[in-house]
């Protein structure tokens, strides 16, 4: 059973939900019958790269035009489902960058199957340490630590590679009418768009390996059925 997640590293939401969805897979029965991908999504595309991002709260207030009043709201309530899911919080000291070197290194590290791991690595960085994850020497660190080759990771970095992939994966979600990250596709047919608690992580994936187990060619088919929580949309904006 494929499942298929658009994700990016400055969405605070996006960190919660993987967390999420990993407690609910180490539940799931059928776990070594998932296929995960990740699929890359960029918030904001526009933000300064290679270590030169600014803090989070600049970025809301300044270029995206979110009042303070509602930036201190926001951030209390994903401290919260942060403090819920047992994962530490920094986002006061958050700096926003540009995402596609971080997505350009998950698309190098899924090669080896090492993704998931760098990607948790990335979000930490910036969720729980307030680091640049736009920085290349911090893309370096991070992709050695997890186990690719230095020699590798630059050449990527110093190249094009992965750019026309990071376009198709968002330009994939805007066909199938998602434009808000986390979003979780499972077997196509069923999305979870948002950090959802483990629970009902655990609900739909049994119900979507059900589906998917007893499915027939002739079964008519008009789309996911869509689950939604808390997320971030194009704009760089996460619900409150």
């Given at each position: 059973?494929?499942?298929?997640?658009?994700?990016?590293?400055?969405?605070?939401?996006?960190?919660?939900?993987?967390?999420?969805?990993?407690?609910?897979?180490?539940?799931?029965?059928?776990?070594?019958?998932?296929?995960?991908?990740?699929?890359?999504?960029?918030?904001?595309?526009?933000?300064?790269?290679?270590?030169?991002?600014?803090?989070?709260?600049?970025?809301?207030?300044?270029?995206?035009?979110?009042?303070?009043?509602?930036?201190?709201?926001?951030?209390?309530?994903?401290?919260?489902?942060?403090?819920?899911?047992?994962?530490?919080?920094?986002?006061?000291?958050?700096?926003?960058?540009?995402?596609?070197?971080?997505?350009?290194?998950?698309?190098?590290?899924?090669?080896?199957?090492?993704?998931?791991?760098?990607?948790?690595?990335?979000?930490k960085a910036?969720?729980?340490?307030?680091?640049?994850?736009?920085?290349?020497?911090?893309?370096?660190?991070?992709?050695?630590?997890?186990?690719?080759?230095?020699?590798?990771?630059?050449?990527?970095?110093?190249?094009?590679?992965?750019?026309?992939?990071?376009?198709?994966?968002?330009?994939?979600?805007?066909?199938?009418?998602?434009?808000?990250?986390?979003?979780?596709?499972?077997?196509?047919?069923?999305?979870?768009?948002?950090?959802?608690p483990v629970?009902?992580?655990?609900?739909?994936?049994?119900k979507a390996?059900?589906?998917?187990?007893?499915?027939?060619?002739?079964?008519?088919?008009?789309?996911?059925?869509?689950?939604?929580?808390?997320?971030?949309?194009?704009?760089?904006?996460?619900?409150?």
């Open positions: 059973m494929k499942i298929e997640v658009w994700t990016d590293i400055m969405c605070p939401y996006c960190h919660i939900g993987k967390t999420h969805y990993e407690k609910a897979l180490r539940q799931f029965n059928h776990a070594d019958e998932v296929q995960l991908e990740w699929k890359a999504y960029q918030l904001n595309a526009d933000l300064p790269d290679q270590g030169r991002g600014i803090p989070v709260r600049q970025y809301l207030t300044e270029i995206a035009g979110f009042p303070e009043e509602n930036m201190n709201r926001m951030f209390e309530g994903i401290k919260r489902l942060a403090d819920d899911a047992g994962i530490p919080f920094a986002l006061n000291d958050a700096i926003a960058a540009n995402t596609r070197d971080a997505h350009r290194l998950i698309k190098l590290a899924a090669k080896k199957n090492l993704d998931s791991l760098v990607l948790s690595k990335l979000s910036y969720f729980e340490e307030g680091k640049d994850y736009s920085d290349w020497k911090l893309l370096m660190n991070i992709g050695v630590e997890c186990g690719l080759d230095e020699e590798e990771i630059q050449h990527m970095l110093e190249s094009d590679d992965y750019q026309y992939e990071i376009k198709q994966d968002m330009q994939e979600a805007a066909n199938l009418g998602f434009d808000t990250v986390p979003t979780f596709l499972i077997d196509r047919r069923q999305a979870i768009i948002g950090s959802e629970d009902l992580f655990l609900k739909v994936l049994n390996y059900n589906d998917w187990k007893t499915r027939t060619d002739n079964m008519t088919f008009s789309g996911p059925e869509v689950t939604k929580g808390k997320s971030c949309n194009a704009d760089g904006i996460c619900e409150i």
